[in-house]
């Protein structure tokens, strides 16, 4: 490995706290420090230290995704909706710093106070969320500020969006995009998400859908936005959760 990648390796363990898990202690998770590990590996748990809960694959793909609209000169900047503690975002902006990237910005976009309640009226679909009511998945904005500065990636490069989607992203000042990975849960951050921002997706970016297989909801949010455009996407798998595709 050169340099770079020896970096964007590091940061992906340390965002995983891989190298000091025998402090980890997931919520929402038993077992011993082996099925630990693992469900850690396949994001399947909710870290107690960890910044981000997307596993190995997932942060895998995104890397790669990003190399790749890097190296086949996709226009525009990258964006992620639903940060959480910010592991992800983070990692998108080592990536951008590790190749010396300096004039594609990262949208951060949050309400940076958890899941909105659902809204049943526009969005049956989000009738039976609970997901509200997980004070563990509001993270405020200042937090994920202080986490990007722990690594030294709290810059000009970096921009936040912070409120709930649907009032925020139909007007935020976005785009073009190469990628834009979505990690809203629900059928409503989902579908908003896209249909705000789907447009400013770059012919050849990518848009990674964090919770397609885990939600069925935010599976029909894509299905529905695509059968509303009249579009197809050649959906691949990147685990037991994630699903990607790039635009043509």
């Known amino acids: 490995m050169d340099a770079a990648a020896l970096y964007i390796e590091l940061l992906k363990k340390i965002l995983m ?5 025998e402090h980890e202690a997931s919520m929402h998770f ?3 420090e082996t099925a630990r590990r693992e469900a850690r590996r396949q994001g399947r748990d909710v870290p107690g230290f960890a910044l981000t809960m997307v596993g190995r694959l997932r942060l895998d793909n995104l890397h790669a995704c990003l190399e790749r609209a890097l190296g086949d000169q996709v226009p525009g900047d990258v964006m992620e909706a639903g940060t959480w503690r910010g592991g992800a975002s983070i990692l998108m ?3 951008l ?3 010396g990237v300096t004039e594609r910005t990262v949208w951060v976009a949050d309400s940076f106070e958890g899941l909105p309640p659902p809204d049943i009226e526009k969005f049956p679909a989000d009738a039976d969320s609970v997901l509200h009511q997980q004070a ?3 993270v405020s904005l200042a937090q994920v500020q202080g986490n990007f500065a722990r690594f030294d990636l709290l810059d000009d490069q ?3 969006i912070k409120g709930f989607f649907s009032d925020t992203l139909p007007t935020a000042p976005v785009g073009p995009l190469a990628v834009l990975r979505l990690d809203g849960d629900m059928y409503e951050s989902t579908f908003v ?3 705000a921002l789907y447009d400013k997706v770059s012919s050849g970016g990518f848009v990674i859908i964090d919770d397609y297989n885990c939600y069925a909801s935010c599976r029909q949010a894509v299905a529905d936005f695509a059968r509303m455009r009249g579009l197809q996407f050649d959906i691949e798998v990147i685990d037991w959760t994630g699903a990607f595709w790039r635009k043509a």
């Open 17 to 21: 706290n891989e190298i000091y898990f």
């Open 30 to 32: 038993e077992g011993d």
């Open 93 to 95: 902006r080592g990536i």
């Open 97 to 99: 710093k590790a190749h």
């Open 136 to 138: 563990e998945l509001a």
């Open 158 to 160: 970096v921009r936040f």
């Open 193 to 195: 998400s896209l249909n």
